[in-house]
C-alpha cells in the first residue's frame, strides 16, 4: 500500500510540477512564442528544427502544436510549414526523459526541491509579469525534481515485488523465441499505450518507466517496448482534442496520430536490431541514459524519414479530411482566438481582403464596366460582422504595446470598412450618372483612391490565408504600398477640397435651367458619400499597413483634419 501510495503521489506531483512548469515558461515567453514560430517555419525542415527548440525551452509540445494550428488556420503558415512544427515538437518533448535519466534517477535533490519551490512560490505570488512566470517555472521544476523523488521510492518498493522476469520477454532479447519475442514486444506496446492515455502525458509515463528501471523492476529492452507505447500514445490526446474542431486542426491531429503510427511501425521493425546495439552499450552507458537516448532517436528517425515526403505526407493528409470550408471559415478558425498576436493578424488580412473586393467593385462602377455595388456591400457586411465577433471573442488581451497597437489599428480598419460599405449596401451615389464635369472630376478622384487602397489592400492579401503562399507575421510597407497610401491620400484630400466647389456650381446650375432642384440635390448627394467612401478608403488601407509606431497612428481618439473639414462643408 506504501508503495502504491508512493508512486500515484510521485507520478501526481511530476504532472502537477510540469503544468506549472510549462504554464511558467509559456508566460515567460510571452508572444515571442507565436511570432518566433510564425518567422522561422519557412521551410518544414526549418519549421522541425525550431519546432524542436521551442518545445524544449517551454518543455509543452501541446503549445506548439496548438500555436501551429492557429497559424496554418489563420493563412500564417502552410500546412506543410506546420507540419515541419509538428514533427519538430515530437523531438522537442523527449528533453525531459533526459531531465529525469541524468537528474532525476541519479541524484536525489529533494533536499534542494523544498527551498525552491518556496522561493518560485513566493517570487510567483508576490510579484507580477516576468518575475512571476520565472517564479512559477522554478516552483514547477522543484516540484517535479520532488515527484521524481517520490516517484523513485515508489519504485524502490515496486522492484522488490516485480522483476523483469514477471513481465512479458520481447523479440530481440536472448533466448527468445521470433513468436514469443513479438508477443511479448507488442503486449508493452499495449500496456505503455495505456499508461499514456490514462495519465494524458507521455512524459509522465516514459519518467515511470525510466524510474522503474533504475530500480530494477524492468529490463532495458522490456524499457525501450514501452517507450514505444508511450510516445503511441501522446496521438490519443491530440485525437481527443480534434473531436468538433476546425478541420486545420482535425488534420493536424491526424497527421500526429499518423507520424506516431508510422515511427512506431519502424521502431518494431528495427528492434530485433535495436536490442543488439543498445545491449552493446548497456556495459559502457548507464541504461537510463540509454533509454533517454532510445526515445530521442525514435522520435528523430521517424521526423527523418517523413520529412523529406512532406508534400506527399500532406496530399495523404488532405484526401483523407477534405476541407468543406470557405476561406473565411478557415481563416477565423477559433482555434486562432487563445492567440491574439493571430487572431488580430488573422483579422487584419480578412479586413483587407474586403477592402480589396469592396473598391474593385467600386472602381469598376465608376468606370461603366459593371459591378454590383450594393450586392458586394452585403456580402461585406456580412464577413466584417463576422470579423468583429471574432474578435469579441479574443481569449486574452494582447501582452505588449506593439501588440495592442496593431490591435487598435485593425479595429479603426474594421470601423473604416465597415462604414464604407454601409454607405454601399443601400441606394448609393452610384447608381446616379456621371455626366457634369464636376462629377468627372469627383469620379476620378475617388477612383484614385480605390485604386489606391486596392494595391494596398492587395500587398496584404495576395500572401494570406486566401492564398496557397503564407508569409511570416509582420507589418512591413514596402515603397509600393507608400507611394499607394501616399496617392489614398492626396485623392481623399483633394476630393474633399473639390467637393466645395462642386456643390456651389451644381447649385448654381439649377436657376438657369441647366438642371431641376431634385437632379442638383441628388449629385450633391452622390458626390458627398464619394467624398466619404474615398475617405474610409484611405483611412482603412492606413490602418492596416500602419507600423507600430504611435505617430503612424493618426486618428486614433480624435477625427483627423480631413473629417473635421468634411463636417464644415456639409454644414455649409
Known amino acids: 500500500m506504501t508503495t502504491a501510495i508512493s508512486i500515484l503521489g510521485g507520478v501526481g506531483l511530476f504532472l502537477l510540477g510540469m503544468t506549472v512548469m510549462t504554464d511558467g515558461l509559456k508566460a515567460l515567453a510571452g508572444s515571442a512564442l507565436r511570432t518566433v514560430l510564425g518567422k522561422v517555419a519557412a521551410t518544414p525542415v526549418s519549421g522541425a528544427f525550431w519546432g524542436a527548440v521551442v518545445t524544449l525551452l517551454v518543455q509543452s509540445s501541446s503549445a506548439v502544436t496548438m500555436t501551429t494550428i492557429g497559424?496554418?488556420?489563420?493563412?500564417?503558415?502552410?500546412?506543410?510549414?506546420?507540419?515541419?512544427?509538428?514533427?519538430?515538437?515530437?523531438?522537442?518533448?523527449?528533453?525531459?526523459?533526459?531531465?529525469?535519466?541524468?537528474?532525476?534517477?541519479?541524484?536525489?535533490?529533494?533536499?534542494?526541491?523544498?527551498?525552491?519551490?518556496?522561493?518560485?512560490?513566493?517570487?510567483?505570488?508576490?510579484?507580477?509579469?516576468?518575475?512571476?512566470?520565472?517564479?512559477?517555472?522554478?516552483?514547477?521544476?522543484?516540484?517535479?525534481?520532488?515527484?521524481?523523488?517520490?516517484?523513485?521510492?515508489?519504485?524502490?518498493?515496486?522492484?522488490?515485488?516485480?522483476?523483469?522476469?514477471?513481465?512479458?520477454?520481447?523479440?530481440?532479447?536472448p533466448g527468445v523465441s521470433w513468436a514469443a519475442g513479438m508477443v511479448g514486444l507488442l503486449t508493452l506496446i499495449v500496456i505503455g499505450l495505456a499508461m499514456t492515455a490514462v495519465m494524458q502525458s507521455s512524459t509522465a509515463a516514459i519518467a515511470i518507466t525510466l524510474s522503474a528501471f533504475a530500480a530494477g523492476a524492468v529490463g532495458l529492452e522490456q524499457g525501450a517496448a514501452l517507450i514505444i507505447g508511450q510516445n503511441i500514445g501522446t496521438a490519443t490526446s491530440s485525437a481527443l482534442a480534434a473531436i468538433g474542431a476546425s478541420t486545420t486542426a482535425k488534420r493536424l491531429a491526424l497527421a500526429y496520430v499518423l507520424f506516431k503510427l508510422i515511427a512506431a511501425l519502424i521502431a518494431v521493425v528495427a528492434f530485433p536490431f535495436t536490442a543488439v546495439f543498445m545491449r552493446g552499450f548497456a556495459a559502457s552507458i548507464d541504461g537510463t541514459t540509454l533509454l533517454a537516448a532510445y526515445h530521442t532517436a525514435y522520435n528523430?528517425?521517424?521526423?527523418?524519414?517523413l520529412l523529406p515526403a512532406t508534400q506527399w505526407f500532406t496530399r495523404v493528409v488532405e484526401r483523407l479530411l477534405p476541407s468543406r470550408e470557405t476561406a473565411l471559415e478557415r481563416a477565423l478558425d477559433p482555434s486562432a482566438l487563445v492567440n491574439p498576436v493571430i487572431a488580430v493578424e488573422t483579422a487584419r488580412r480578412v479586413v483587407a481582403e474586403v477592402l480589396k473586393t469592396v473598391t474593385t467593385s467600386v472602381?469598376?462602377?465608376?468606370?461603366?464596366?459593371?459591378?454590383?455595388?450594393?450586392?458586394?456591400?452585403?456580402?461585406?457586411?456580412?464577413?466584417?460582422?463576422?470579423?468583429?465577433?471574432?474578435?469579441?471573442?479574443?481569449?486574452?488581451?494582447?501582452?505588449?504595446?506593439?501588440?495592442?497597437?496593431?490591435?487598435?489599428?485593425?479595429?479603426?480598419?474594421?470601423?473604416?470598412?465597415?462604414?464604407?460599405?454601409?454607405?454601399?449596401?443601400?441606394?448609393?451615389?452610384?447608381?446616379?450618372?456621371?455626366?457634369?464635369?464636376?462629377?468627372?472630376?469627383?469620379?476620378?478622384?475617388?477612383?484614385?483612391?480605390?485604386?489606391?487602397?486596392?494595391?494596398?489592400?492587395?500587398?496584404?492579401?495576395?500572401?494570406?490565408?486566401?492564398?496557397?503562399?503564407?508569409?511570416?507575421?509582420?507589418?512591413?510597407?514596402?515603397?509600393?504600398?507608400?507611394?499607394?497610401?501616399?496617392?489614398?491620400?492626396?485623392?481623399?484630400?483633394?476630393?474633399?477640397?473639390?467637393?466645395?466647389?462642386?456643390?456651389a456650381a451644381t447649385l448654381a446650375a439649377v436657376a438657369p435651367g441647366?438642371?431641376?432642384?431634385?437632379?442638383?440635390?441628388?449629385?450633391?448627394?452622390?458626390?458627398?458619400?464619394?467624398?466619404?467612401?474615398?475617405?474610409?478608403?484611405?483611412?482603412?488601407?492606413?490602418?492596416?499597413?500602419?507600423?507600430?509606431?504611435?505617430?503612424?497612428?493618426?486618428?486614433?481618439?480624435?477625427?483627423?483634419?480631413?473629417?473635421?473639414?468634411?463636417?464644415?462643408?456639409?454644414l455649409n
Open 363 to 503: 472602381s469598376a462602377a465608376l468606370s461603366g464596366t459593371g459591378g454590383d455595388t450594393a450586392r458586394n456591400a452585403v456580402a461585406a457586411a456580412t464577413t466584417l460582422g463576422e470579423v468583429r465577433d471574432f474578435l469579441s471573442e479574443l481569449k486574452e488581451p494582447p501582452e505588449t504595446e506593439a501588440e495592442r497597437l496593431r490591435m487598435t489599428s485593425t479595429l479603426h480598419a474594421l470601423d473604416h470598412t465597415s462604414r464604407m460599405v454601409e454607405l454601399l449596401a443601400g441606394d448609393g451615389p452610384l447608381a446616379q450618372p456621371i455626366k457634369a464635369p464636376h462629377d468627372s472630376h469627383v469620379a476620378a478622384l475617388c477612383d484614385k483612391a480605390m485604386r489606391a487602397a486596392q494595391t494596398v489592400s492587395g500587398a496584404i492579401t495576395s500572401e494570406s490565408a486566401f492564398s496557397t503562399k503564407a508569409p511570416p507575421i509582420g507589418w512591413t510597407v514596402s515603397p509600393e504600398v507608400a507611394a499607394a497610401l501616399a496617392d489614398a491620400e492626396c485623392a481623399a484630400q483633394d476630393l474633399d477640397i473639390v467637393q466645395r466647389d462642386h456643390r
Open 71 to 173: 497559424l496554418v488556420s489563420a493563412g500564417l503558415l502552410t500546412f506543410p510549414q506546420g507540419l515541419g512544427l509538428v514533427f519538430g515538437a515530437n523531438v522537442g518533448t523527449t528533453g525531459t526523459g533526459w531531465l529525469v535519466a541524468l537528474i532525476g534517477v541519479r541524484v536525489s535533490l529533494s533536499t534542494y526541491a523544498l527551498p525552491m519551490i518556496f522561493i518560485g512560490a513566493l517570487a510567483k505570488l508576490l510579484t507580477g509579469g516576468r518575475i512571476a512566470a520565472a517564479g512559477g517555472a522554478l516552483a514547477g521544476f522543484a516540484l517535479v525534481l520532488y515527484g521524481l523523488a517520490t516517484l523513485q521510492q515508489g519504485m524502490g518498493g515496486l522492484a522488490e515485488s516485480l522483476h523483469p522476469s514477471d513481465l512479458p520477454a520481447v523479440l530481440g532479447a
Open 514 to 570: 441647366q438642371l431641376t432642384a431634385a437632379d442638383a440635390l441628388a449629385r450633391i448627394d452622390g458626390a458627398r458619400k464619394l467624398n466619404r467612401i474615398a475617405h474610409h478608403a484611405w483611412r482603412s488601407a492606413t490602418h492596416l499597413s500602419v507600423s507600430t509606431e504611435r505617430d503612424d497612428l493618426v486618428d486614433r481618439s480624435q477625427p483627423d483634419a480631413s473629417e473635421v473639414r468634411r463636417s464644415e462643408h456639409e
Open 300 to 305: 528523430v528517425i521517424g521526423v527523418a524519414v
